[in-house]
């Protein structure tokens, strides 16, 4: 059974830092490319980041760029989000998501398909403010 289990929200000022983690479980996760996505109230679905197999090739939203940065520990196959300087506009729901099909993923249009795909986790808070 396909797993990814998300954590490591919380409330955070502006300015500060979280890392979040995406835990998968079922498949063989180190051969597929892992997605980041953000949801906040009233929104629509963000994407935010993506890393590919091959763990130097990721891609980043304009938005979050040069201030996220995603990893991933194969031999713990867990998929890491630092997020720094932490903005307001960060706040919402984070979901880390998988297709099973995209290894490689370096586009918008690539982190797009990761995001809609059928499998993700349950998501964890991250909310930004005073």
């Known amino acids: 059974q396909v797993q990814l289990v998300e954590s490591g929200g919380g409330l955070v000022q502006p300015g500060g830092s979280l890392r979040l983690s995406c835990a998968t479980s079922g498949f063989n996760s180190r051969g597929y490319a892992i997605g980041w996505f953000r949801q906040a109230p009233g929104k629509e679905r963000e994407g935010v980041s993506c890393i590919s197999s091959t763990p130097t090739s990721t891609y980043y939203a304009d938005s979050v760029k040069d201030r996220f940065t995603i990893s991933r520990d194969n031999v713990k196959k867990t998929i890491y989000l630092q997020m720094d300087n932490l903005k307001p506009e960060d706040t919402g729901v984070y979901y880390c998501?998988?297709?099973?099909?995209?290894?490689?993923?370096?586009?918008?249009?690539?982190?797009?398909?990761?995001?809609?795909?059928?499998?993700r986790g349950q998501g964890t808070q991250v909310t930004v403010g005073s």
């Open positions: 998501a998988a297709d099973l099909v995209l290894f490689f993923c370096t586009t918008s249009q690539a982190l797009e398909k990761l995001t809609t795909g059928p499998y």
